[in-house]
């Protein structure tokens, strides 16, 4: 349990809806309360502390927006979440244009709900550390690190926030490539307006062009009501168009065409709708290479790649890796109401030394399961899985042989772990005769001391 529960105001006119929220939201350890029209909600923002609001847009008298406004005049300290349904997406937009952090369109997930209420708890909370990592003190951009490489990217987010230009984002997945895009449209004149992100792979071509562009009442089977799509959402401001890689030829002509002309199409309707939207895309694959292959078009190509940002992967700045492990032991200590654990030395160095192939979500993942599971207050060497206490960090030199690599990569192990060579053998997943035969020198004359 937390120590200190964030208090939760939901708002909302219906009984049954303020009922739902107010008892998942407590589910995950906050503080609720609740108010069924905008007067009440003053009244409740008067008299207790509250942290975060939850508002329904539409509601009789007062609207969801009047109480934004309010509380942004107010008591900006506060984070606001604005619940809306289809029909009044113009109006959600305009919410977060007043100072909402997030909007949700309804009907909307467990998952959803979870999500944009525990990232704007995380935001609150991260206010409140008292011990932050030198290296996110020394950029605005919330990204942590301050390598040569990394310096490189804050060099390429400061030159893209002061143009429109169409960005494209490259990186290996777990980098975070969408911190880089949301960087480049706060810190952009755009940062008042919405940043809308969309993962194209998790969205089957199918329906794409329908939740990018939206559609009309009847104008498909299951269309039962006129629905904009994300390019109508983030008019004014950003889209971040994720895997941008996954699109399907005939979706990259449509987007082509929106590039070119700032103009869609909904589906069921042959009258064009201006917006105005910087475009971000990112990829975690070689776009060029796609693009020779026949699966990418060269002229959307062209046309995303005018401004490229390509983010490094982990193992090639590993001088940030220790301020990233500090700062996701603050994160998740403070966030489970555990006191911050301390990393042995030898701990820290087997981290930095890993390879790590999930990158920083990876490394993320692994911090905040070891912050979960340790019962005292200092992570050692022993509580870090055995992938990474017995990785080997090798040098590449493209002159040897792969039978002069192979022997030593075996030697590096069985010194890695002491001598025992049943250990060895058993992380290369061979054999003690094998690890014998591959231990012997190759040059007869070497001195055989390897048993």
């Known amino acids: 349990m937390l120590e200190k529960k964030e208090k939760v ?40 502390p509250i942290e975060l609001v939850i508002t329904d847009y539409k509601m009789p008298k007062h609207t969801g927006l009047e109480l934004i406004r309010h509380i ?27 100072g909402a952090e997030e909007y949700l369109t309804k009907p909307f997930t467990d998952d959803e709900l979870f999500s944009a209420v525990d990232t704007a708890i995380r935001k609150l909370r991260q206010k409140k550390l008292s011990v932050k990592p030198a290296a996110q003190e020394s950029n605005p951009y919330g990204i942590i690190g301050a390598s040569k490489e990394i310096q490189k ?17 490259q990186g290996e997945s777990g980098t975070g490539k969408e911190l880089v895009a949301r960087a480049i449209h706060y810190h ?73 002309d700032k103009q869609i199409y909904m589906i069921g309707t042959k009258k064009p709708r201006s ?18 292959q026949g699966y ?82 200092i992570i050692d060497l022993p509580d870090l899985p055995d992938y990474i206490r017995y990785s080997i960090k090798i040098q590449k030199d493209l002159n040897r042989s792969l039978e002069d690599v192979e022997r030593e990569y075996i030697m590096d192990v069985v010194k890695h772990v002491g001598g025992n060579k049943s250990l060895a053998a058993k992380i290369l997943k061979i054999d003690r005769k094998t690890l014998h035969a591959k231990m012997r020198p190759i040059n007869k004359n070497e001195d055989t001391d390897a048993d």
């Open 275 to 292: 917006v105005n939207v910087r475009v971000i895309a990112a990829t975690n694959k070689d776009l060029q290479l796609l693009v020779k």
């Open 296 to 377: 990418f078009r060269e002229d959307l190509y062209y046309r995303l790649n005018v401004l490229t940002i390509n983010i490094p992967a982990l193992r090639d700045r590993s001088e940030d890796i220790p301020a990233l492990i500090y700062h996701f032991l603050n994160k998740f200590a403070t966030e489970n109401a555990k006191k911050i654990p301390e990393i042995a030395d030898n701990a820290l160095s087997a981290l930095q030394s890993y390879q790590w192939q999930g990158n920083v979500r990876e490394l993320e993942n692994l911090i905040y399961r070891l912050v979960i599971m340790k019962d005292d207050q």
């Open 72 to 98: 942004q005049s107010n008591l900006p300290h506060i984070k606001v979440i604005m619940l809306t349904g289809f029909p009044t997406i113009e109006g959600a937009v305009e919410a977060v244009k007043v």
């Open 188 to 260: 952009s004149k755009r940062s008042k307006t919405p940043f809308v992100p969309v993962n194209c792979g998790a969205i089957p071509d199918s329906l794409l062009e329908a939740e990018l562009f939206g559609f009309t009442k009847g104008s498909f089977t299951g269309a039962h009501e006129t629905r904009a799509g994300y390019f109508l959402t983030a008019d004014g401001g950003t889209i971040f168009l994720d895997e941008i890689s996954e699109t399907s030829l005939s979706m990259q002509v449509k987007l082509l065409r929106v590039l070119e």
């Open 153 to 169: 990217v804050f060099h390429s987010i400061r030159k893209s926030c002061s143009t429109n230009a169409t960005v494209l984002v």
């Open 9 to 48: 105001l939901v708002v909302d006119d219906s009984p049954d809806t303020l009922e739902m929220l107010a008892r998942k939201i407590a589910s995950r350890g906050y503080e609720v309360y609740s108010a069924p029209d905008v007067s009440k909600a003053l009244d409740t923002l008067g008299s207790i």
